[in-house]
């Protein structure tokens, strides 16, 4: 089968990363996928040498220091200063070097704090961000707007960012210092079923909503605006047009894992924003919606906490 061309992969060993290289349309693709080993994005000399050697039809661009509010809580400047430089390198090393496809992951923590939900794309920097995360959110914003501006200098520039609600799946952080909602939840529920508990702690009251979708279908969508680049609109949010409290994930994952226990909430940890529900108009339009359960989500992803990430 004809290749679509060589597509250049940061982040290849990460959660989303992974789900790209196992979904069946990354074979259209000749992948180039260097792990932070083999290219460290935050060293302009070696990104500029590495993309002029490998000379990509298409960069996609899902390297990034990543992780739940308590990380970001923890490494404001890491968070900041990391992914504005792996954002800005491979980029600028991109642009400089002639590519002319580029798909940019950003984030919906990248929305204002008080911004109406659902939040629509032209949101972006009309207001104060999430204290808890803005650090991540200035690196995310800035990358977003550099592939905007070079897109209005240069027409024959097709740079384009995706916006991801947030993600879990395969290939997740399950460690508590850095997870997320989800992989914490798997981890904290199973050591209470495995461990004969009776209670799991919530961070919180358990009121706030999230929006998590399951990686393996951000990759599909990835790899699809990877094959249609030329038509999709500059911003584009995916998500799933829904979202659910903590409280309601907390339970569903009990449900699926069958443990039954009581919740306590830790009034004392913090909640980030109340609500980050992105608008799928522009999803829709361009055709696209997520496949997969919250229910079957979860069940994929403790099958793989069960038989990889506990080894
Ligand atoms: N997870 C979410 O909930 C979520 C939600 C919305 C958007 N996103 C976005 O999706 C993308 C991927 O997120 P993820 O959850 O897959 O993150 P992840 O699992 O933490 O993976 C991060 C990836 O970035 C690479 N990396 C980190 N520092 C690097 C460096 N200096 N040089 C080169 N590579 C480096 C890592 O490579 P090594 O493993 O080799 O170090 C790893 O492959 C990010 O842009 C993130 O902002 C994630
Ligand atoms: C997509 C990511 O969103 C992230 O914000 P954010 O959704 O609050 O990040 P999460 O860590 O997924 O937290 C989501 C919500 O879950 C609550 N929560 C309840 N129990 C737990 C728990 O045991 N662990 C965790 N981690 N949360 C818990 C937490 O208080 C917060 O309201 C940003 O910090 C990142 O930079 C990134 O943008």
């Known amino acids: 089968m004809a ?36 290219l460290d994005l935050t060293d302009a000399n070696a990104v500029n040498e590495y993309v002029a050697e490998v000379q990509p039809d298409l960069v996609v661009h899902a390297a990034g220091q990543v992780g739940g509010i308590q990380a970001n809580m923890a490494h404001p400047v890491a968070f900041l200063e990391r992914n504005t430089s792996m954002g800005r390198n491979i980029i600028m090393a991109s642009y400089q070097s002639g590519v002319q496809k580029f798909l940019n992951l950003a984030s919906t923590c990248m929305y204002p704090r ?54 879990f799946g395969r290939h997740d ?12 939840i798997i981890h904290k529920v199973h050591l209470a079923k495995t461990n004969g508990e009776d209670t799991v702690e919530i961070w919180g009251d358990g009121t706030a909503r999230r929006e998590f979708m399951y990686a393996g279908d951000l990759a599909d969508a990835v790899l699809k605006a990877s094959g249609d680049i030329d038509n999709l609109p500059d911003l584009m949010n995916t998500g ?19 443990w039954k226990g009581d919740f306590v909430h830790d009034l004392s940890k913090p909640v980030g924003m109340k609500q980050k529900l992105c608008a799928t108009d522009r999803q829709s339009a361009w055709g696209w919606s997520a496949p997969t359960t919250l229910h079957d989500a979860i069940q994929r992803t403790y099958d793989f906490y069960l038989n990889e990430a506990t080894k």
């Open 114 to 167: 008080a911004a109406p939900n659902p939040l629509s794309e032209d949101m972006i920097l009309t207001g104060e961000l999430e204290p808890t995360n803005e650090g991540y959110a200035l690196a995310k914003i800035m990358a977003t707007r550099l592939c905007q501006y070079i897109g209005r200098e240069d027409e024959a520039a097709q740079y384009k960012t995706l916006i991801p609600c947030n993600l």
């Open 3 to 38: 290749k679509n061309g060589r597509l250049l992969l940061t982040g290849g060993s990460g959660m989303v990363g992974r789900n790209i290289l196992e979904h069946p349309l990354s074979a259209e693709w000749d992948i180039v996928a260097p792990t932070s080993r083999e």
């Open 173 to 184: 952080k399950f460690d508590p210092k850095h997870s997320h909602l989800l992989p914490a």
């Open 240 to 258: 799933l047009g829904h979202d659910f409290s903590i409280n309601e994930y907390y339970q569903t994952v009990a449900d699926v894992i069958g």
